[in-house]
């Protein structure tokens, strides 16, 4: 199979390794466990891997996306793990063994009940310190913070009313009813955030 390419990837890649860098370094565990949710190409999951080589990234997506996952983990030299079968609000996976779990550009693709549902879940079985990182378009006081960000609600809304970018605030109310605090919300390239959390 050909490998799917994410032009969005290529562009978010370098500036998201600044801030993983930053969360698994100075935490001085190797393997570092990641979970990310929603791997799409897994072309994050392999540039990752081959710059934090202490990290053991486990991949997953619906089992549409695996092929793709698959052929791209086939090119990589480094020993990533996955294709997971899961999708939040359907599948079940325990998080308890892994130090992180990473998440890009997924919470305005699922729907706002899964997402809760992946929060509950995410609080129920990860371990204490254990850090949870979402990247993707936020709204602020119930605002957008571009123009950009408000066309692309409108694009995903036409494709699911389900879809659409989340509140900053429903998030990590919802992310704190379930035991975590929010460490960090750092502002991205191209009107994206990386909101991290940790489990208290
Ligand atoms: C916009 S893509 C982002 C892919 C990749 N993370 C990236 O940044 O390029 C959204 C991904 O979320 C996945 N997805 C959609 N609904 C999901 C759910 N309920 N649980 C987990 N993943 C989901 C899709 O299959 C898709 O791979």
């Known amino acids: 199979m050909e490998k799917p390419n994410a032009p969005s ?3 978010n890649k370098a500036p998201i390794l600044t801030i993983l860098e930053k969360y698994c370094q100075h935490r001085d565990i190797n393997p570092f466990k990641i979970f990310e949710i929603g791997s799409g190409t897994g072309q994050h999951a392999c540039f990752f891997s081959e ?3 202490f990290v053991e990234w486990t991949t997953s997506d619906m089992e549409e996306n695996h092929a793709g996952i698959k052929a791209w983990i ?5 020993k990533i793990l996955g294709p997971v079968k899961f999708e939040a609000g359907k599948d079940s996976v325990e998080f308890d063994s892994y130090d992180m779990v990473f998440s890009a550009n997924t919470l305005h693709i699922m729907g706002w009940k899964s997402c809760k549902t992946l929060f509950k879940k995410l609080g129920k079985s990860m371990k204490t310190d254990s ?4 990247y993707g378009p936020f709204n602020y006081r119930g605002e957008f ?3 950009s960000n408000r066309t692309f609600d409108g694009w995903l809304k036409d494709r699911s009313p389900a879809m659409g970018i989340r509140a900053f605030e429903d998030v990590t109310n919802n992310m704190a ?3 975590f605090f929010l460490k960090e919300d750092i502002e991205m390239p191209a009107n994206n ?3 991290v959390f940790e489990k208290s």
């Open 145 to 147: 913070t571009s123009e």
């Open 9 to 11: 990837c290529e562009r």
């Open 193 to 195: 955030r990386i909101l």
């Open 177 to 179: 009813k379930n035991g």
């Open 131 to 134: 850090l949870v990182l979402f």
């Open 51 to 53: 710059k934090l080589p």
């Open 74 to 78: 086939a090119e990589s030299h480094q």
